[in-house]
């Protein structure tokens, strides 16, 4: 049935809906039914979406998983082949160690010894003279006198003088070489039965670090090839070198 149109002017008359109620039951029972399972097939595609996203993630980290499991087998092998590096790393720190082991008490004596009588005043004529030095094990040398550091050496020597000398000159005289420090002497005069008057001085000097050679240090910063190739594959280099001695 048309509504009467607003331009004419119609009284409302109110509505009577003729519809039996079992009848408008069954409809609204139908749309709850719709919508249901609307509901559950949306609900089932959201399912099966995030079950095939989450099974798209497995496959990819499994295989992502494969690739690194062979890709560590092949750095696990090449690693294996760089493993006389450690062997080499002891063999440096060994023989950086012995360098320092052995040059730790490295003295040149003889131009040691040169230069401390270089520095003797010309009246005086050494007697004895006695070298203490210590060793790698040793370490430090017990200090002569209560007077001196520790060093890595001691000199102590005694001579006579026909004449007097001016200590304090000798002593500075011995103090300004390089390798000596914390010097002392003692003089004494001696009167002889003929009634000779001589002096006798006996003193020591510590020998300090800098009378160390520096001979054992090295400059060297790459390993050479021979020694790398030995490391490398010990087999072929001394079949190499059995080659070459024959």
Known sequence: MNPVPAAIGAPHVPQVNLLPPEVEAKRSAARTRVKLLIALILFVVLIAAAWFFARSLRVAAEDELGAEQVRTTELQAELASYSYLNVLADVYDNSVAARAYVGATDIEWASQLTALTGALPDD?????????????????????????????????????????????????????????????????QIVEADGSVS?????????????????????????????????EDPDDAEAATSEEAN
């Open 199 to 231: 002096w006798s001085y006996s003193g020591s000097t510590t020998v300090t670090i800098n009378a160390l050679s520096g001979r054992i240090a090295t400059t060297q910063t790459e390993v050479p090839p021979e020694i790398m190739a030995f490391y």
């Open 124 to 188: 005086v004529a050494w007697d004895t003279i006695q070298v203490t030095q210590s060793s790698p094990s040793s370490g430090s040398i017990t200090a002569p006198t209560v007077f001196t550091n520790l060093g890595v050496g001691t000199v102590t020597f005694a001579g006579t003088s026909a004449e007097p000398i001016i200590m304090a000159d000798y002593i500075e005289a011995v103090d300004a070489l390089p390798g000596y420090a914390d010097t002392w002497i003692d003089a004494q």
